[in-house]
């Protein structure tokens, strides 16, 4: 059973920072290449960071790039995403999944909810 929990979202204020975590069971995450996704209330969900399998190489929006870090510990089958410098923009829902894995996309997790505001 493909399982993504997401944590560590909250309410913070501009500037400030959090780190969120996505722990994932049911396939071989070590593998598998990884992504945060984030969605506002009203919008489509938008890639935000992705790392490969073994974190060799990243890529993130532009919109948080020198901002967000993403990682990975392959041994606890866990992503992380490090925000720091956060905006009010930044608010919304975030996710994780298998950005390539056609079957894991089928699998969504709660997310966790991250809200930027003074």
């Known amino acids: 059973q493909v399982r993504l929990v997401e944590s560590g979202g909250g309410l913070v204020q501009p500037g400030g920072s959090l780190r969120l975590s996505c722990a994932a069971s049911g396939f071989t995450f070590s593998i598998t290449d990884m992504s945060w996704y984030r969605q506002a209330p009203g919008k489509e969900r938008e890639l935000v960071a992705t790392?490969?399998?073994?974190?060799?190489?990243?890529n993130y929006a532009d919109s948080v790039k020198g901002r967000f870090t993403i990682s990975r510990d392959n041994a606890k089958n866990t992503l992380y995403l490090q925000m720091n410098s956060l905006k009010p923009e930044d608010t919304g829902v975030y996710f994780c999944?298998?950005?390539?894995?056609?079957?894991?996309?089928?699998?969504w997790g709660q997310g966790t909810q991250v809200t930027v505001s003074s």
């Open positions: 999944n298998a950005p390539t894995s056609l079957r894991l996309r089928n699998y």
């Open positions: 790392i490969t399998a073994f974190g060799r190489n990243t």
